[in-house]
């Protein structure tokens, strides 16, 4: 920050980093902003090193030309880290550290918070550059709605995203990612049965992947209602929404559906083990 100061005379009293602290937020977000904006300077101040850096320090700071700049919902506090979820196609879910102060304190325990932000690689973890716009809009359920499915879909495409020095790849396609998460209750269902209709009918792998997440659906629905009424250890074959057969074990449940059901729909039979409390 000092550097990015000398070379373009943003603020001429911040000579060394303990200035940064003794002026306002906004001259401290004016160097900030020109640093990302010439990212060459990363390379230069390495070049220059008149800080006489160890190599340790100096591979980190070749490993900031990988910052991430941008908007991002916090969206929740976990043992691990927070989860900053962007807002852009496809939304990722970045899993951030913060190196002092708690982002708790930073951002306030109401979540989720729009802040603008950089992301930082650190030693194979990432964590923000400590400069934070903050917004106080309150969100409202349709919102929140809106990016607890995205979080979903994020986790689902791409896993909690923990470091920028690897490359991101997807654990699931984008159809897989997004079939999965309108098929993760019932109300994501009935919200998007009209994309999921169109969905399912893409590939033999979806279809299947939709007959198994609804058979899941209805078991967990029905789970309670079976354990009021006695039921224990008992298998369920689902076919859709519907539990077409039931017996003792797997083997005597999937006997008769071979019986019952025709051999092409057979494949889609969702089987669930109703074990005891």
């Known amino acids: ?138 969100f409202g359920r349709g919102v929140q709605g809106s990016l607890k499915e995205n979080y979903e879909l994020a986790k689902t495409r791409f896993g909690i995203i923990t470091s920028l020095t690897a490359s991101v790849s997807e654990i699931e396609s984008p159809e897989i990612a997004k079939l999965k998460t309108y098929l993760k209750s019932q109300k994501n269902l009935e919200e998007h049965w009209d994309e999921i209709r169109i969905l399912k009918e893409k590939s033999s792998e979806l279809k299947h992947l939709y007959y198994q997440e609804v058979g899941k659906i209805y078991a967990k629905k029905y789970s309670k209602q079976w354990r009021e009424i006695g039921l224990n250890d008992v298998w369920f074959a689902f076919f859709e929404a519907m539990p077409i057969a039931s017996g003792k074990t797997q083997v005597d449940v999937e006997r008769t559906v071979k019986q019952i059901l025709p051999k092409p729909q057979q494949k889609f039979v969702y089987y669930f083990h109703l074990k005891g409390k």
């Open 1 to 138: 920050m000092v550097y990015t100061n000398q070379k373009f005379q943003i603020t001429p009293g911040i000579k060394k980093p303990e200035d940064i602290e003794r002026y306002p937020f906004e001259s401290t977000v004016k160097i900030r902003d020109k640093l990302y904006q010439n990212p060459e300077l990363f390379d230069r101040f390495i070049q220059e090193n008149i800080n006489n850096l160890s190599p340790e320090n100096i591979s980190i700071i070749q490993s900031w030309k990988g910052f991430i700049p941008g908007k991002f919902f916090v969206f929740r506090y976990l043992k691990k880290y927070t989860v900053f979820l962007t807002n852009d196609e496809p939304p990722k879910a970045y899993g951030v550290l913060s190196l002092y102060s708690p982002f708790e304190e930073i951002v306030g325990s109401s979540l989720p918070r729009l802040v603008e932000t950089v992301l930082l690689p650190f030693k194979d973890k990432i964590v923000s550059d400590g400069i934070f716009k903050s917004s106080n809009i309150f």
